[in-house]
């Protein structure tokens, strides 16, 4: 084929837009020394280099991988809380929750009937433990509040877990704190509508420290501070005291070892606890169901954030490469007129000649 055709096929080739063919075909025809295609070998080489440059530029690869990755994660942790809600289901959790200090390690003792998490008048429950109160019923210890957000975050993980909730508080102290009003209200947050009220106390520690009078004006002043910012509340509150438990479980005379257990008020929150535990039972799928179906709807709003945003990506990108190639598809047209200018000039040469 000679250089004349060579040159014809490349010109085919590139308005076809098949510019490598067309490098192939010009530099062909420039090999025989074919001066137009010369130009255009020089032509073609540009506007392949810019398109690979625009292809760099524009990154559509990273924008969809990146998308790719949020989804496979957002769906995997759908798979693990489904697996986690399951494991859950088989299992009723009660967990103390409250400020440190006021009881609530020694509390589940009392419930245990067993010194079985460490308590002390420092702060000393740091990480959450967990107890087999009955065949599928756990109890779990957990730090108090308001010492290290850590631990914080960490207790809000297991309250979100639990089937029933002990909000310790101690009489010694008086009337809650404006922190204690605080989590309760971020805890009625925390669970599904209408479920909270049926599986939350309030249980006071330290009832050996006030008498009864005062009792009864701390119990009033907590209900009264709760309703103010919970209206609706349908809080249940029990009295304890852990001291009088203890002492009634190293009494040797069993009349008074009766007494101080009865005036522990332990026996009526045990008794609760027991009388409602095949009704938690009963509940818990359910339950597992509902904060299934919650975490299932935020990965689904997850997800539709994350596909507008790779479209509003993938859009912008697609501007800028359509207007990168508008730009080379512009410069382009003025190589080619100017080499038809050259073109003509080389056949009016060769004519006058
Ligand atoms: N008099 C009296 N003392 C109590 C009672 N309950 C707990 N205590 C004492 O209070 C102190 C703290 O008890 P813990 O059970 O460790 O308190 P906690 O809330 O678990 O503390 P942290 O885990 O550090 O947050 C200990 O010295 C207990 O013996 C009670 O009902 N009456
Ligand atoms: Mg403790």
């Known amino acids: 084929m000679n250089s004349v055709d060579l040159y014809l096929l490349g010109l085919h080739a590139e308005e076809q837009k098949d510019y490598q063919e067309a490098l192939c075909l010009y530099e062909q025809a420039a090999g025989q020394d074919?001066?137009?295609?010369?130009?255009?070998?020089?032509q073609m080489k540009d506007l392949i280099k810019k398109q690979e440059d625009v292809q760099k530029d524009t990154n559509l690869d990273a924008v969809i991988e990146s998308k790719d990755n949020i989804v496979d994660d957002v769906l995997e942790r759908m798979v693990y809380t489904k697996r986690e809600l399951c494991e859950e289901a088989k299992e009723i959790l009660i967990v103390n929750a409250g400020r440190m200090n006021h009881g609530k390690s020694s509390l589940l003792n009392s419930l245990l009937g067993n010194e079985v998490f460490e308590i002390a008048d420092v702060r000393k429950t740091r990480v959450r433990q967990k107890e087999k109160y009955a065949e599928?019923?756990?109890?779990i210890d957990t730090p108090g509040l308001d010492a290290d957000a850590e631990d914080d975050a960490e207790a809000f993980e297991v309250y979100k877990k639990a089937n029933y909730i002990l909000f310790v508080h101690s009489l010694k102290i008086g009337e809650l704190h404006k922190s204690e009003i605080d989590i309760i209200v971020k805890l009625e947050k925390l669970f599904p509508k209408g479920y909270f009220w049926d599986h939350f106390a309030m249980v006071l520690t330290f009832g050996d420290a006030v008498s009864?009078?005062?009792?009864?004006?701390?119990?009033?002043?907590?209900?009264?501070?709760l309703d103010s910012v919970l209206p609706d509340n349908k809080l249940k509150i029990f009295f304890t005291s852990n001291k009088r438990f203890e002492?009634?479980?190293?009494?040797?005379?069993q009349k008074k070892k009766e007494t101080f257990i009865k005036k522990s008020g332990i026996p009526i929150l045990k008794e609760f606890i027991d009388e409602n535990l095949s009704l938690w039972r009963e509940e818990n799928l359910a339950l597992q169901k509902d904060r299934f179906n919650e975490a299932k709807a935020k990965s689904v709003d997850r997800?539709?954030?994350?596909?507008?945003?790779?479209?509003?990506?993938?859009n912008q990108e697609k501007t800028k490469y359509d207007n990168l190639l508008k730009l080379a598809n512009a410069k382009?047209?003025?190589?080619?007129?100017?080499?038809?200018?050259?073109?003509?000039?080389?056949?009016?040469?060769?004519n006058n000649c």
């Open 34 to 42: 074919f001066f137009p295609a010369k130009e255009k070998v020089k």
């Open 136 to 139: 599928d019923v756990y109890v």
């Open 212 to 225: 009864n009078k005062n009792y009864e004006l701390i119990k009033a002043k907590i209900q009264s501070d």
């Open 247 to 253: 002492k009634g479980v190293q009494e040797e005379s």
């Open 303 to 314: 997800l539709e954030e994350v596909k507008n945003l790779s479209e509003n990506r993938i």
């Open 332 to 350: 382009f047209s003025i190589a080619e007129k100017h080499l038809e200018d050259k073109q003509k000039a080389l056949h009016d040469f060769e």
